[in-house]
């Protein structure tokens, strides 16, 4: 078993940016891959972006491609989402994600974080 706890969301402008972060206890970090997801109000939940147990490949939605970056520090045991360019659009609960799995699916993984606000204003 593995818990997920997710800081940094707020509300940034337009343009701006964010760093979520995600911190695992529980289960050795580097046994998992890990992901974001993200749901905006009557929305389903949709990938972000997924990170192999080792960081050395990434995966993002055509959506956040080119804006936002997964990186992890296995032994920090923690994932971060960095967020440029952020749009209205891309206004959401955000949720950190792990799965023993070599690669999260783009459904999601076992473990989930509670999730953190993002509000992006026009």
């Known amino acids: 078993q593995v818990q997920l706890v997710e800081s940094g969301g707020g509300l940034v402008q337009a343009g701006g940016s964010l760093r979520l972060s995600c911190a695992a206890s529980?289960?050795?970090?580097?046994?998992?891959?890990m992901g974001w997801f993200r749901q905006a109000p009557g929305k389903e939940r949709e990938f972000v972006a997924a990170?192999?147990?080792?960081?050395?490949?990434?995966y993002y939605a055509d959506s956040v491609k080119g804006r936002f970056t997964i990186s992890r520090v296995n032994a920090k045991n923690t994932v971060y989402l960095q967020m440029n360019s952020l749009k209205p659009e891309d206004t959401a609960v955000y949720y950190c994600?792990?799965?023993?799995?070599?690669?999260?699916?783009?459904?999601?993984?076992?473990?989930w974080g509670q999730g953190t606000q993002v509000t992006v204003s026009s």
């Open positions: 994600n792990a799965d023993a799995a070599p690669l999260i699916a783009t459904s999601g993984g076992a473990y």
């Open positions: 529980g289960r050795t970090f580097s046994s998992y891959s």
């Open positions: 990170i192999i147990k080792s960081g050395t490949s990434t």
